[in-house]
């Protein structure tokens, strides 16, 4: 079966610092990816999708980026962080480019920008 | 891409059927109807998904009537687990598609 994995679960750093978020998918191969961040309370707001190494989409200009090295993993990174930034971030995965895609989301990291 | 509307709140009891109803009155031909329940601090989970008439899995049962202008999410004799956030999504049945997620429904349930 397939699973997803993010990590840190959670993560504090302060503003300017630079961010590193991972996010791995196991038990599948070339999956879509895809980055959100959800403000409390609040909706989720798609970030980046890749559909391929090295394919990224942008879909919210901001001082994130997003990298994928590797099939099945996934980085979400600054260069230095703002208070802005702080919020829920949920790495998720679909299959299958041709029919309907079914989005399966990780465990989410919360990020506190102090 | 479909906007939808869907209740920001709502509340009911152990035992009692709930419908959650969702506006998406420019949905397209080719658009399909998902929803998904996130607990707090938790990534969303999917839980039904259909394009047309009347959909049933063992968690929910998703009814679009003819025109596709809106759905009704219906979980049958709830709990207080079922206390989450709901959201409808509306998205094309195409590859690598963006799903746009709306503020969703609060769903409480009281003993």
């Known amino acids: 079966s397939q699973t997803i994995h993010q990590w840190p679960a959670t993560l504090v750093q302060p503003v300017g610092s630079p961010l590193s978020l991972e996010c791995t998918v196991e038990?599948?191969?070339?999956?879509?990816l895809y980055w959100y961040r959800q403000a409390a309370g609040r909706g989720l707001q798609l970030l980046f999708y890749?559909?391929?190494?090295?394919?990224i989409s942008s879909e919210v200009p901001q001082n994130l980026s997003a990298s994928r090295p590797q099939d099945r993993q996934f980085i979400l990174s600054s260069k230095k962080l703002l208070l802005s930034d702080s919020g829920f971030y949920l790495c998720?995965?679909?299959?299958?480019?041709?029919?309907?895609?079914?989005?399966?989301f990780g465990p989410g990291t919360r990020l506190l920008v102090l | 891409l479909a906007k939808t509307t869907q209740p920001i709140s709502m509340d009911s009891y152990e035992g009692q059927e709930v419908n959650i109803t969702c506006s998406h009155n420019?949905?397209?031909?080719?658009?399909?109807i998902t929803w998904y329940q996130q607990f707090p601090s938790q990534g969303p989970r999917f839980i039904i998904q259909?394009?047309?008439t009347k959909v049933t899995n063992e968690v929910a049962s998703l009814f679009i009537p003819a025109d596709r202008k809106s759905s009704t999410l219906s979980l049958p004799r709830v709990s207080l687990s079922d206390t989450a956030v709901y959201y409808c999504?509306?998205?094309?049945?195409?590859?690598?598609?963006?799903?746009?997620f709306g503020s969703g429904t609060r769903l409480s349930i009281r003993p």
């Open positions: 999504l509306v998205r094309p049945y195409s590859s690598a598609s963006k799903i746009i």
């Open positions: 890749s559909v391929g190494i090295g394919q």
């Open positions: 259909g394009y047309k």
């Open positions: 420019n949905i397209a031909t080719n658009d399909y």
């Open positions: 038990g599948t191969s070339n999956p879509n």
């Open positions: 998720a995965w679909s299959a299958d480019r041709v029919r309907q895609e079914t989005q399966y």
